[in-house]
């Protein structure tokens, strides 16, 4: 079975500033994880994937993340917020061997002061 | 590329009454997913399918909701009878089916308020 616990359902920060999104998985194979962000009254946006080509993954708008397969973790960072970054974040589970079965984390909800 | 197209956008019905949900996916993409987001919640995904076949419907409760894709491209979602539980946004999602690290490409979503 697969899980994912986003340990902050809540993340405020000021503008410029670093963001940090925590993400914990448990998969029993060697999963695929995304991150995706969902504005007000729009669709879920894909920001970025792991491909197990690299560890360190970049996606848009800045964005990177860390798949650390010791901790089990793939949190989400950006060196300095922007406004407009203020969403709700989900990290995302996929194991292979479900069928591509996509198991999404709680969310965090990012608020972006000025 | 056209991108995953949902109708309704919204509904508002009373409880006890039926509704249905239309998800037209992505050209090509053999693998559709609805998920169900409530409020303050991640998506929980109902079902998924592939082409015409049912991968997964674990989460899916059986004795109200029911789901389709026939000739493996549009689907719909439907729900009799409706409770009050069952406002949220309905998501559909659809990727591509072979291959790891296939991300899924989402809907805008259908929000259903049941009162």
């Known amino acids: 079975a697969q899980s994912v616990t986003q340990l902050d359902s809540h993340v405020s920060v000021s503008e410029g500033t670093p963001v940090l999104l925590r993400c914990n998985y448990s998969?029993?194979?060697?999963?695929?994880l995304f991150w995706y962000v969902q504005h007000p009254n729009k669709g879920l946006q894909l920001l970025l994937k792991y491909t197990s080509a690299a560890t360190l993954v970049k996606g848009i708008n800045g964005f990177e993340a860390e798949f650390k397969k010791s901790e089990t973790s793939f949190h989400l960072t950006k060196p300095s917020a922007h406004m407009s970054d203020a969403a709700e974040y989900f990290c995302v589970v996929s194991d292979n061997n479900a069928g591509n079965m996509l198991t999404f984390g709680g969310g965090t909800r990012l608020m972006v002061k000025p | 590329e056209a991108g995953v197209a949902q109708s309704p956008r919204y509904k508002i019905i009373e409880k006890r009454q039926s509704v249905a949900f239309w998800c037209n996916p992505i050209s090509g993409h053999a693998t559709l997913y609805w998920y169900q987001q409530i409020l303050g919640q991640g998506p929980k995904l109902l079902i998924q399918?592939?082409?015409?076949?049912?991968?997964?419907d674990s989460q899916l409760p059986k004795d109200r909701f029911s789901a389709e894709r026939l000739k493996g491209v549009d689907s719909t979602l439907k729900i009799q009878p409706a409770k009050l539980e069952d406002s949220a946004v309905y998501l559909c999602?659809?990727?591509?089916?072979?291959?790891?690290?296939?991300?899924?490409?989402f809907g805008q979503g259908t929000r259903l308020t049941v009162v």
């Open positions: 999602a659809s990727s591509l089916a072979t291959g790891r690290h296939t991300e899924a490409f």
């Open positions: 998969s029993s194979y060697s999963p695929s």
């Open positions: 399918f592939q082409n015409n076949g049912v991968v997964d």
